[in-house]
C-alpha cells in the first residue's frame, strides 16, 4: 500500500495564528483526503483534494477556515487558520490509489493542540 | 448521503474469548465498507475491506467480517482475541473509490485478563 509522511507530528499553537500541515505520499495518487478527529471521537472527513482543481469540502467546514493545497499528485497541505482551542483535535491526512483496489491508507497524523 | 451506526462505544471481552462488533450502514446502493484498528497513540491500520464478491471477508491479525445485505450490517468477528486486540475499532463506509469515508463512533475494546 501506499506510504504516507505527515509533517508536523504534533505542535502547540498560539490562538489566532495557522500551521500548515503537510502530507507527502510515495506514489502517484488520484484522491486525498483530509480529517478531523477531535479528542476521544471518531473522524470527520473534512475535503477532498483532487490535482488540478479545488478542494471539495464537506458541510461544516468552509476554505477560508482549512485552505487546501494539491501542487502534484504525491503531495498536499491543509492549512488551520485563525485558530481557536476548539480545533485542537489530530488531523489525518488520507489516500485512496486504485491500483491498491480501493484500500484508504492513513498518514500517522498531526495532533494539534491551540492554547 | 451515507451513514454508519456501531451501536456498542464499549466492549469488554476476555482473553481467549470470542468476539463480536457490530456495525449497521445506511446506503442506497452497496457501499465500500472498511474496518480499521486503532491504538492508543497510533494510527488507522486497515483490517479489512469489501466490495463485492464473497460476503465473508478475512483480515489481518486473525478478524473477518461478514456482509449481510438484509440486515445492512458488516460484523467484524474474531474467534479468540489476545490483550494487543485492545483498541479503538472504527467501522466506515464509502459510496465509492473517489469519495472519502464515513465512520462509525467506534467501539472500545477492553481485554480482561
Known amino acids: 500500500s501506499a506510504v504516507i509522511s505527515q509533517k508536523p507530528s504534533r505542535d502547540i499553537c498560539q490562538r489566532g495564528t495557522s500551521l500548515t500541515i503537510q502530507c507527502q505520499v510515495d506514489s502517484q495518487v488520484t484522491m486525498m483526503f483530509w480529517y478531523r478527529q477531535q479528542p476521544g471521537q471518531s473522524l470527520t472527513l473534512i475535503a477532498t483534494a483532487n490535482q488540478g482543481s479545488e478542494a471539495t469540502y464537506e458541510s461544516g467546514f468552509v476554505i477560508d477556515k482549512f485552505p487546501i493545497s494539491r501542487p502534484n499528485l504525491t503531495f498536499s497541505t491543509l492549512t488551520v487558520s485563525n485558530m481557536s482551542p476548539e480545533d485542537s483535535s489530530i488531523y489525518l491526512c488520507?489516500?485512496?490509489?486504485?491500483?491498491?483496489?480501493?484500500?484508504?491508507?492513513f498518514g500517522s497524523g498531526t495532533r494539534l493542540t491551540v492554547v | 448521503a451515507q451513514s454508519v451506526t456501531q451501536p456498542d462505544i464499549h466492549i469488554t471481552v476476555s482473553e481467549g474469548a470470542s468476539l463480536e462488533l457490530r456495525c449497521n450502514y445506511s446506503?442506497?446502493?452497496?457501499?465500500?465498507l472498511f474496518w480499521y484498528v486503532q491504538s492508543p497513540g497510533q494510527g488507522l491500520q486497515l483490517l479489512l475491506k469489501?466490495?463485492?464478491?464473497?460476503?465473508l471477508v478475512q483480515g489481518i491479525k486473525g478478524f473477518e467480517a461478514e456482509f449481510k445485505r438484509s440486515q445492512s450490517s458488516f460484523n467484524l468477528r474474531k474467534p479468540s482475541v489476545h490483550w494487543s486486540d485492545a483498541a479503538e475499532y472504527f467501522c466506515?463506509?464509502?459510496?465509492?473509490?473517489?469519495?472519502?469515508?464515513?465512520f462509525g463512533k467506534g467501539t472500545h475494546l477492553i481485554i480482561q485478563p
Open positions: 488520507s489516500v485512496e490509489a486504485s491500483t491498491y483496489n480501493y484500500g484508504y491508507t
Open positions: 466506515a463506509v464509502a459510496a465509492g473509490g473517489a469519495d472519502g469515508l464515513t
Open positions: 446506503y442506497g446502493a452497496t457501499p465500500y
Open positions: 469489501y466490495f463485492s464478491g464473497d460476503t
